[in-house]
């Protein structure tokens, strides 16, 4: 069975017909992944990377990641990164104590499609999903309810507009004390759905909101990915 180091020094082979400058800054990554134990993971995160494109889907390195040139001779990151002068000791250095983040990025609509692609080829022992959690503020909460009542996407965002004038727990009482809000007082009280708005605006502000999906993301785990070849984990 090979092992990482082995799988990576093959690929790295394969891959010097992709960078002609850079060799010493090539040898340097890969010193250090080695002695950070972090092969596995890179093999792993281009492997998965490998499997996106062979289904078609569109897919983009994003952030520190893309100054590596590991990541570039590895076809996770198509950018060149020495010719166009990035930075890339953020990413990766010898004081280093955690994996690096490789943040990859994927068309939306076909973002479910990867993720039980994913668990099928890893096994869900191995993949978890995340999302943001983000507390509603008074636009946020103005907005997702105006977009669960079916308002008018310019009504929603007049009315939002407003919202830094006060607290939008206390938006009825803010309408009737604020001057400057007595038109929109007026709309509420002739409008049943701008009166059922500030009900809910009231209601939703802080609380949690989970935008799942469209901010969720697939993470590898780095403690398994880290130990393990990546021949012994495609199935």
Request: charged share 25%.
């Amino acid at each position: 069975m090979l092992t990482p180091l082995a799988d990576l020094e093959d690929l790295q082979t394969n891959g010097q017909a992709w960078l002609n400058p850079g060799q010493a800054m090539r040898q340097v990554a890969r010193m250090i992944v080695e002695q950070l134990g972090m092969v596995g993971y890179f093999l792993t995160v281009a492997h998965a990377c490998d499997l996106i494109r062979n289904q078609g889907v569109r897919i983009q390195a994003r952030g520190s990641g893309v100054g590596r040139v590991l990541n570039y001779v590895l076809h996770t990151s198509p950018v060149e990164p020495i010719s166009n002068g990035l930075i890339w000791e953020r990413f990766l250095s010898p004081e280093r104590v955690n994996l690096p983040d490789i943040d990859i990025d994927v068309e939306s609509g076909k973002r479910h499609d990867i993720y039980r692609m994913l668990f099928k080829e890893f096994g869900s022992e191995r993949v978890t999903l995340l999302s943001m959690t983000n507390a509603h503020r008074g636009r946020g909460a103005v907005r997702d309810a105006g977009l669960a009542l079916g308002m008018d996407d310019a009504d929603v965002k007049e009315i939002a507009g407003q919202m830094w004038r006060f607290n939008a727990r206390q938006f009825r009482q803010a309408l009737k004390q604020n001057p400057e809000l007595a038109g929109l007082a007026t709309a509420v009280q002739e409008d049943q759905q701008r009166d059922m708005l500030v009900h809910m605006t009231e209601r939703l502000d802080r609380t949690s909101s989970i935008h799942a999906s469209a901010r969720s993301a697939t993470v590898l785990s780095g403690d398994i990915v880290a130990q393990n070849p990546v021949a012994a984990l495609r199935r």
